[in-house]
T-cell receptor, first 109, second 115 residues
C-alpha cells in the first residue's frame, strides 16, 4: 500500500529564515515523489519532482530511500512562499498520486 | 493554452439527490484522474481513465459513485443519492499519458455541499 505522511499541519517562519517541510512515505516498490503547491485562490500545481533533481523557486527536495523521506527545503523563505504544500507519491500501473494531508506554510514579514 | 476546466465551481444539493460534475481535460491529454478532498484531508484517488482502456475504478468509495469519459475528451463524475459525507472538493487532473514523472495538471475543482 502507498502512504504519504506530512507530520506538520501548520508551519510558520519569518521571512529570510530557513524552512523545511517534512514528508515520509511508505511504498514497497520504487516510488516517484512530487511536491505540489496551492497558493491562495489558485489551483494545485506541481512544484518539483525528485527525478528532475532541480531547484524551483529556491526549493529543493532530496529523496532519501533509507529514511523513506522527501523533505522540501528552502534556505531563505519569502512571503510569497506562503501556501499549502502537498507531498505526493506515484506508483503502480496507473500512476495515480497518493497525497499527504498537506502543510500550510506561513511566512511572516 | 487552456488548462483543465471543471463545472460547476460550486454545487449545493440536498441529501438523496443525484449530482453530476464535469471535467474538460487539456486537449491531447489521454490520461484523466478524479480525486476527492474532504475537509482537513489529503486528496484521495477516485478513478482513472487512459485512452480507450477500461477505467481503474479502484478508488470509488461506493457504488453510488460512477464516472464516464468519452474518448479522450470530457469526463463526468456522477454521485447518486448523495450523503452528507460526500461533501468535499472534487478535483480532476489530466496528463499527456499515465507514465513515469508525467505531470498531472489539475482543474480548479468543484466544491460539493450536501445539506
Amino acid at each position: 500500500a502507498q502512504r504519504v505522511t506530512q507530520p506538520e499541519k501548520l508551519l510558520s517562519v519569518f521571512k529570510g529564515a530557513p524552512v523545511e517541510l517534512k514528508c515520509n512515505y511508505s511504498y514497497s516498490g520504487s516510488p516517484e515523489l512530487f511536491w505540489y503547491v496551492q497558493y491562495s485562490r489558485q489551483r494545485l500545481q506541481l512544484l518539483l519532482r525528485h527525478i528532475s533533481r532541480e531547484s524551483i523557486k529556491g526549493f529543493t527536495a532530496d529523496l532519501n530511500k533509507g529514511e523513506t523521506s522527501f523533505h522540501l527545503k528552502k534556505p531563505f523563505a519569502q512571503e510569497e512562499d506562503s501556501a499549502m504544500y502537498y507531498c505526493a507519491l506515484s506508483g503502480g500501473s496507473n500512476y495515480k498520486l497518493t497525497f499527504g494531508k498537506g502543510t500550510l506554510l506561513t511566512v511572516n514579514p | 493554452g487552456a488548462g483543465v476546466s471543471q463545472s460547476p465551481s460550486n454545487k449545493v444539493t440536498e441529501k438523496g439527490k443525484d449530482v453530476e460534475l464535469r471535467c474538460d481535460p487539456i486537449s491531447g491529454h489521454t490520461a484523466l484522474y478524479w480525486y476527492r478532498q474532504r475537509l482537513g484531508q489529503g486528496l484521495e484517488f477516485l478513478i482513472y481513465f487512459q485512452g480507450n482502456s477500461a477505467p481503474d475504478k479502484s478508488g470509488l468509495p461506493s457504488d453510488r459513485f460512477s464516472a464516464e469519459r468519452t474518448g479522450e475528451s470530457v469526463s463526468t463524475l456522477t454521485i447518486q443519492r448523495t450523503q452528507q459525507e460526500d461533501s468535499a472538493v472534487y478535483l480532476c487532473a489530466s496528463s499527456l499519458w499515465a507514465g513515469p514523472s508525467n505531470e498531472q495538471f489539475f482543474g480548479p475543482g468543484t466544491r460539493l455541499t450536501v445539506l
